[in-house]
T-cell receptor, first 116, second 115 residues
Framework: AQKVTQAQTEISVVEKEDVTLDCVYE???????LFWYKQPPSGELVFLIR??????QNEISGRYSWNFQKSTSSFNFTITASQVVDSAVYFC?????????????FGTGTRLKVLA | DTEVTQTPKHLVMGMTNKKSLKCEQH?????MYWYKQKAKKPPELMFV???????INESVPSRFSPECPNSSLLNLHLHALQPEDSALYLC??????????????FGEGSWLTVV
């Protein structure tokens, strides 16, 4: 069965520290996609990245970077030099053939607090 | 700024009221979604419309009634709700390519309180 695990419920860091949010997934499909979303207190889920199962290249976008490792079924997210504006809940999600066109399997989210 | 807009942002309604949540997207997407999110939980899928037809209903109680007037608009009609229905309701949209991997874009949500 598909599953996404975000074991870190809440993380607190001081501004300018680096922080890594973990995401471990389970799927039997060979074709699947992984996503990260940010949800600030305002409520909107903001799309950050999509990665497919055939592309294991790491991705960097400004202070954000993602490390996809199929060998460990992980898709971890690192924020470098964190800022107060990074404070939010971050969700990792999985979409695969089994779940179909419209369904995401969400993790339970990690609440990140960046302290000034 | 989000390209999926939702109104109202906040709604307080009594258990006997009838109200509606509205959503509009301007990305030319042909799939639209309603999600419900309780505090400290991930979003839960309620309904999916594909090309203006209801494609998925996740066994949602009939007091929630979706409507898709056209490819850009999505409504959620609310009637006789219970206090436990208080939650953040998120509208979303995506392209409608067959198979996994469609990126879902969310609106800012409507915070609903049932009193």
């Amino acid at each position: 069965a598909q599953k996404v695990t975000q074991a870190q419920t809440e993380i607190s860091v001081v501004e300018k520290e680096d922080v890594t949010l973990d995401c471990v997934y389970e799927t039997r499909d060979t074709t699947y996609y992984l996503f990260w979303y940010k949800q600030p207190p305002s409520g909107e889920l903001v799309f950050l990245i999509r990665r497919n199962s055939f592309d294991e290249q790491n991705e960097i976008s400004g202070r954000y970077s993602w490390n996809f490792q199929k060998s460990t079924s992980s898709f971890n997210f690192t924020i470098t030099a964190s800022q107060v504006v990074d404070s939010a809940v971050y969700f990792c999600a999985l979409s695969d053939i089994t779940s179909g066109t419209y369904k995401y399997i969400f993790g339970t989210g990690t609440r990140l607090k960046v302290l000034a | 700024d989000t390209e999926v807009t939702q109104t109202p942002k906040h709604l307080v309604m009594g258990m006997t009221n009838k109200k509606s949540l509205k959503c509009e997207q301007h990305m030319g997407h042909r799939a639209m979604y309603w999600y419900k999110q309780k505090a400290k939980k991930p979003p839960e899928l309620m309904f999916v419309y594909s090309y203006e037809k209801l494609s998925i209903n996740e066994s949602v109680p009939s007091r929630f009634s979706p409507e898709c007037p056209n490819s850009s608009l999505l409504n959620l009609h609310l009637h006789a709700l219970q206090p436990e229905d208080s939650a953040l309701y998120l509208c979303a949209s995506s392209q409608d390519r067959t198979g996994p991997g469609n990126t879902i874009y969310f609106g800012e949500g409507s915070w609903l309180t049932v009193v």
